[in-house]
């Protein structure tokens, strides 16, 4: 079965702190992966993306890395801003017939100060 | 990526009644995906809405509980009907050229009493 487990399930931190989430999935066949943000009350906003060969993209303080052996993501919060509070969400796209988005069920970040 | 508006942005309703959600894209998209996040819980998929066809329901919706409209390339409705709490969730309408890359709206959040 295709699915997408995240942890930890909430975290929080003080502002000017780094963190990382952890992503691990059993999707296949694979065709790349997302994070995506999402502010309380809004759409999901898509962070990165990564295919099979890439194991690490930055934008901006957030960086995330794919090892396609281990089936595992992380993404690497730098220098927390009271803005990165959000729900942090992974996502993997079944290529092949499937060609579905799993959504795994995220990560509630809260940045105090 | 594309600009998305949902209408309304939240709306409570008394059980049994039907809400209609709008989505508009201010480009012409090729898909047009609904989404529901139910409280605490991930994006689940529920249909693909298809221009000039019937919408593709996922397992576990049908069109007589959620119909769609897709009249053209812009824009596109859902019809949450004969509402019960359970159906309390946010409403999401997303856009993409393909499965693989979706852009999400704001969302509407609905609450059933």
């Known amino acids: 079965k295709n699915q997408v487990e995240q942890s930890p399930q909430s975290l929080i931190i003080l502002e000017g702190k780094n963190c990382t989430l952890q992503c691990n999935y059993t999707v296949s066949p694979f065709s790349n992966l997302r994070w995506y943000k999402q502010d309380t009350g809004r759409g999901p906003v898509s962070l990165t993306i990564?295919?099979?060969?890439?194991n690490t993209k930055s934008n901006g303080r957030y960086t995330a890395t794919l090892d396609a052996d281990t089936k595992q993501s992380s993404l690497h919060i730098t220098a927390s801003q009271l803005s990165d509070s959000a729900s942090y969400i992974c996502v993997v796209s079944a290529g092949g017939a499937t060609n579905k988005l799993i959504f795994g069920t995220g990560t509630l970040l809260a940045v105090q100060p | 990526s594309a600009v998305i508006s949902q209408k309304p942005s939240r709306d409570i309703c008394q059980r049994g009644t039907s809400l209609t959600i709008q989505c508009q894209v201010d480009s012409q998209v090729t898909m047009m995906f609904w989404y529901r996040q139910q409280p605490g819980q991930s994006l689940t998929l529920i249909a693909t809405?298809?221009?000039?066809?019937?919408?593709?329901?996922e397992s576990g919706f049908v069109i007589d509980k959620f119909p769609i409209s897709r009249p053209n390339l812009t824009f596109s409705t859902l019809t949450v009907s004969n509402m019960s709490p359970e159906d309390s969730s946010i409403y999401l309408c997303s856009v993409g050229r393909d499965y693989y890359e979706q852009y999400f709206g704001p969302g509407t959040r609905l609450t059933v009493t």
């Open positions: 990564m295919t099979f060969s890439e």
């Open positions: 809405a298809n221009q000039g066809s019937e919408a593709t329901y």
